[in-house]
């Protein structure tokens, strides 16, 4: 370089500094949110002029990195919640059996699921013998670690089967979840509260058992969601109800009872946890799909279905098409968009991705034919189509 040329440079670089400071100046006075990026570009601006002039300066050095543009905010104001019906715990379960969908399990911020038993050492009896119409189901922390590697966060065990074992079942499962860096949702009248992104999230689970918070008192949901809405971004209520097996697909609009047992009026639930300050209603319990329903805007899922058993669970015919519902939410709880992930349960109770894709048609067809216009309406491809 000629030293005229250097002169010219030096001059160039000199007018480029004192304006920028001139600019730093102006703006740190001002306070202006993006001041760093409002320098950085005029900062661009000029030596790209300079650069018309002084082509030995382009690629000098790699720029500074931009701050978060928009869309990067508002990523951060949003989040996505993963969900997936009952999850039956049982011993000496192949370490593979979440092998084929952990690639759909990892995906949201947020993965639920129901935990439909415990997973304990303590011995205790809850079926008498040669009973047809008692389950007990029971894992180990070897399942639980599993459920933590298919990274599900939270596990819902407001649900019939997590007496099974008794008190001490229940101390015992709660602190393998704990110990394999899972929360459990639906401990009896409290709230689950998570934070991812900045965001809190407040995760109720309710059934109708003595050890669970009561879906069937209208003055403990609204009270306790409430609650949970005053302290939190995002409400998620999940709930375990309703008949189960093949003939309780439709979503009724009254109490169901099985066995004996008041399982919920789900429908007048879902709405009055909406209306309590409730973004998303998420069921489980029949073992089978059930559809879909938008009330007030929000998003209602009234069964998944089953999702995977290492247990003694019948899979045939319907029981074995399953599904994961993902949703992505602002900070405000409003619905941004969802899609159903349809998988099937096949031999010893492994899930699979379905690529018939039945459980899109059923929840279509249940939707429609159970709640109307009110129906959520699946694309081919499983997205939820926003009205």
């Not at 933590?148 to 499962?173: C, K, M, P, R, Y």
């Not at 009896?188 to 509260?193: F, G």
């Not at 995977?308 to 399953?322: D, F, H, P, V």
């Amino acid at each position: 370089m000629t030293p005229y040329k250097k002169l010219i440079s030096h001059i160039v670089w000199t007018v480029l500094a004192f304006s920028i400071g001139i600019e730093i100046s102006y703006l740190a006075i001002k306070g202006g949110t993006f001041a760093y990026a409002t320098i950085y570009n005029k900062t661009q601006q000029l030596i790209k002029e300079d650069n018309t002039n002084n082509p030995q300066y382009i690629g000098m050095d790699d720029p500074l990195p931009l701050p978060q543009t928009k869309e990067v905010k508002e990523e951060i104001s949003m989040i996505s919640i993963g969900f997936v019906g009952d999850i039956i715990p049982g011993i000496d379960v192949s370490p593979d059996i979440f092998s084929e969908i952990i690639s759909y399990t990892q995906k949201p911020d947020i993965m639920i699921g129901n935990l439909e038993g415990v997973a304990t050492d303590h011995k205790y009896f809850k079926c008498k013998q040669n009973s047809l119409n008692c389950f007990s189901f029971n894992g180990d922390d070897n399942f639980i670690n599993l459920l933590s590697e298919a990274s599900f966060d939270v596990l819902n065990i407001a649900n019939n089967h997590f007496n099974d074992h008794g008190g001490i079942g229940q101390e015992e499962t709660l602190q393998k979840i704990y110990e394999a860096g899972i929360v459990p949702s639906g401990i009896k009248n409290e709230i689950t509260y998570i934070k991812d992104k900045d965001l809190k999230i407040g995760i109720i689970g309710f059934s109708n058992y003595k050890w669970t918070t009561n879906m069937n008192n209208t003055n403990t949901v609204e009270k306790i969601i409430h609650e949970a809405n005053e302290n939190a971004d995002i409400v998620i209520v999940i709930f375990h109800g309703g008949g189960e097996g093949e003939k309780y697909a439709h979503t009724g609009n009254e109490t169901e009872w099985y066995l004996g047992e008041n399982r919920g009026d789900l429908r007048s639930f879902s709405h009055n946890a909406i209306d309590a300050g409730a973004d998303i209603v998420l069921g489980s319990g029949p073992h089978i799909l059930r559809g879909m329903e938008w009330y007030n805007d929000k998003l209602i899922a009234y069964s998944l279905g089953n999702f995977a058993s290492a247990n003694k669970l019948s899979t045939i015919g319907s029981l074995k098409t399953s599904a994961m519902i993902e949703v992505r939410l602002h900070k405000d709880g409003s619905f941004i968009s969802g899609i159903i992930f349809p998988f099937k349960i096949e031999n010893y109770g492994i899930p699979r991705p379905d690529l018939e894709k039945t459980a899109i048609e059923a929840i279509n067809e249940l939707s429609k034919s159970d709640f109307g216009e009110q129906g959520v309406i699946l694309s081919s491809d499983g997205e939820i189509q926003i009205k």
